[in-house]
């Protein structure tokens, strides 16, 4: 008896690579350039930029695909005519504003300006290098600020959220209007506009980004004013930037500026700092000063490999696939085609240590696997299964592997856009290849939502009459019972499903509740209390319990005894991972969690079983609400 294709769903099995993803539609990369701010802070005029310009030029960025000068926080000190409209001293910047936007676009140039989404910017709050400036947010200004940028000529807008944090303004609100009005701006002068969203990671902005700006920021500056480049600092940046079911299609979690070639960080941090960023496929905006950059800055900025990685037309991003020992992590990327991953061998220990990357850990089978230095730029041969090389202490080494795909399954819509029983042999992360045809000239979104999770726009570019694909990042569950629902949008094809092996994680149930352990929000700051939520697969569920007796939830928060407290009560917290024995959990037989420092049990407040039930340690007793099964 034939299936009905519905039916035929509950039986698919993973099969070879398939076809599909031989088409891939590039999807816009991250913008790159120079910005103002990491050298400049505020004391910048229209000599300042028109010097960058002249050095970016000469030191050959363009042709390496660095584009946008973008002119940061001072600019405007808070000034409007009888009209609302932005004026500025003319004998800081002659000619207006648009002088210099032209100047940057006379070398073939893109021009970025600066506002805030408050009433004040930045530069009233926190003044550097000139007298503190009110009024120079464009909080009531939205669309005649942006229509003026556009007219002026500029090519990019830096939001700020300084004025918006003081005044506890709701930031996807805010920034859905500033989007809006950048859109209207593109309208009427026909110049586009690329919006940058800067609200510093809060109220979680992978939650809400995707479809209102190209980049939005996932953390705090990367340098404060007069302080030198910190490593420790680049790496929380980093850290914070890997939300990799939010970042596809064009659009990108932002880490902020590049320190590379600043004063007091080395060759090798430097080359860390572009690993990083290349890696999570972030914005690369450099912010040394450019008249005295040294050739060996220049060669690491412009070198191609790297780049590529960065600029890599399949728009994913990378996440970490592997930390063996404390500190020695492997990221792994996706790229275009089909068997070609880029890996970052991160050693954050003091000494130098060997690690490896396992074929099978970035979702390709053990079969031998061509691999490349890059910043040697140098084919280093194949291998079988893995590959491990010595990476100095605080260092990093950058590859690329090209390899084979391991099986992927393949899915057609159940009804229109609604795809069901999908499979993960694990919870973690997937790589979900969706098929489409786009006939019209310009881009269409549709929403994506998995399993109940938070949605996400998704942007899907012109194919003309013949079928492409975008590439997402989804978190599954482990089974089959995964669902990808896409509303809005072109037609759709079949759905690819490839696991990313390497994230593999588990949920926390409990036995009482049937409810997850529970990040909420997707929040990422330290001393956020877990809670029990419906289980979705989602990032914020995907445990790993490691041979250290950590409980890592987004790769690297720790479930943590908060404030290493020791009563009944204590919150059950995350926070970073920093091996201390409250981050320490042993899985009993019977099903419950003890805290290593505490020795109590991990326990849903109160016999609670509810969505936002606090998860808290308690005296050991027994009970079905402390209880739980990592599946």
């Known amino acids: 008896m034939a299936l009905t294709a519905a039916a035929a769903l509950l039986f698919a099995q993973p099969g070879p690579a398939q076809a599909a993803t031989a088409r891939q539609v590039a999807v ?16 910048i005029d229209y000599n300042v930029i028109k010097q960058q310009v002249d050095a970016f030029v000469a030191a050959g960025l363009p042709a390496a695909g660095y584009r ?21 001293d003319t004998s800081e910047w002659p000619g207006g504003m648009n002088a210099i936007a032209d100047y940057i676009h006379s070398k073939g140039l893109k021009a970025g300006i600066y506002t805030d989404a408050g009433k004040n910017g930045c530069g009233y709050y926190y003044p550097t290098g000139r007298p503190a400036a ?38 996807a609100g805010s920034y859905k209007a500033i989007s ?68 596809h299609t064009g659009y990108h979690n932002d880490p902020d500026m590049l320190m590379v070639g600043m004063p007091g960080f080395t060759a090798a941090q430097n080359r860390t700092h572009m690993s990083l960023w290349a890696i999570s496929g972030a914005p690369l905006l450099a912010g040394n000063d450019l008249t005295a950059m040294s050739g060996e800055t220049a060669a690491l900025l412009k070198n191609p490999d790297v780049i590529a990685v960065d600029q890599d037309p399949r728009g994913l991003q990378g996440v970490k696939v592997a930390e063996d020992g404390t500190g020695l992590q492997v990221y792994g990327k996706v790229l275009a085609g089909t068997g070609n991953r880029a890996v970052v061998l991160l050693n954050r220990t003091s000494s130098a240590q060997n690690i490896t990357v396992r074929w099978s850990d970035l979702g ?5 696997a061509a691999v490349r230095d890059l910043w040697a730029q140098k084919n280093l041969g194949s291998y079988a299964t893995s590959y491990t090389t010595s990476v100095p202490a605080g260092g990093s080494v950058m590859l690329r592997v090209s390899g084979t795909e391991a099986a992927s399954g393949s899915y057609s819509a159940a009804s229109t856009g609604k795809y069901t029983a999908v499979s993960a042999a694990s919870t973690g992360l997937n790589v979900v290849d969706i098929a489409y045809t786009n006939t019209a000239s310009t881009a269409v979104t549709g929403t994506l939502q998995v399993n109940g999770q938070t949605p996400t726009t998704v942007s899907f570019p012109p194919t003309g009459s013949t079928q492409g694909t975008v590439s997402v990042q989804a978190d599954l569950a482990k089974g089959s019972a995964n669902s990808l629902t896409v509303t809005g949008g072109p037609a759709l094809g079949t759905l690819t499903v490839s696991p990313l092996p390497g994230t593999a994680g588990a949920l926390l149930v409990g036995r009482q509740s049937g409810r997850c ?115």
């Not at 946008?68 to 500025?88: A, F, L």
Request: charged share 15%; proline share 3%.
């Open 28 to 43: 816009p990369a991250a913008p790159m350039g120079w910005a103002s701010w990491n050298s400049f802070a505020a004391k």
């Open 68 to 88: 946008y000068v973008n002119i940061d926080e001072g600019w405007w000190q808070g000034t409007r005519d009888s009209d609302g409209n932005i004026t500025v």
């Open 134 to 171: 009110p009024n120079s947010g464009s909080e009531g200004h939205y669309d005649q600020d942006m229509l003026q940028f556009s007219t002026w000529g500029f090519d990019f807008v830096k939001v700020d959220w300084c004025g918006g944090d003081a005044e506890g303004l709701d930031a």
């Open 180 to 247: 809006s009005a950048v859109t209207k701006a593109t309208a009427a002068t026909g110049r586009p506009l690329t919006l940058s969203i800067c609200n510093w990671g809060k109220q979680n902005p992978w939650n809400w980004a995707p479809g209102l700006a190209p980049m939005w920021r996932t953390s705090t500056d990367i340098v404060y004013y007069g302080n030198a480049p910190s490593q420790t600092n680049m790496l929380s940046n980093f850290d914070q930037a890997l939300h990799p079911a939010a970042q």
């Open 364 to 368: 390709l089978t053990g079969a031998s």
């Open 517 to 631: 352990a529970d990040v909420y929000d997707n929040t990422i700051t330290n001393g956020t209390q877990a809670g029990l939520w419906d289980c979705n697969g989602g990032a914020n569920q995907a445990w790993t319990h490691t041979s250290r007796k950590e409980l890592v939830v987004y790769g690297d928060k720790c479930l943590d005894a908060y404030n290493r407290g020791t009563t009944k009560g204590t919150k059950a917290v995350i926070w970073d991972c920093n091996g201390q024995s409250n981050q320490k959990w042993t899985v009993n037989s019977d099903g419950t969690i003890t805290n290593v420092d505490a020795g109590l049990c991990l326990d849903a407040y109160n016999g609670g079983t509810g969505n936002g039930t606090n998860l808290v340690l308690w005296t050991c007793n027994g009970g079905d609400n402390q209880k739980w099964s990592l599946s």
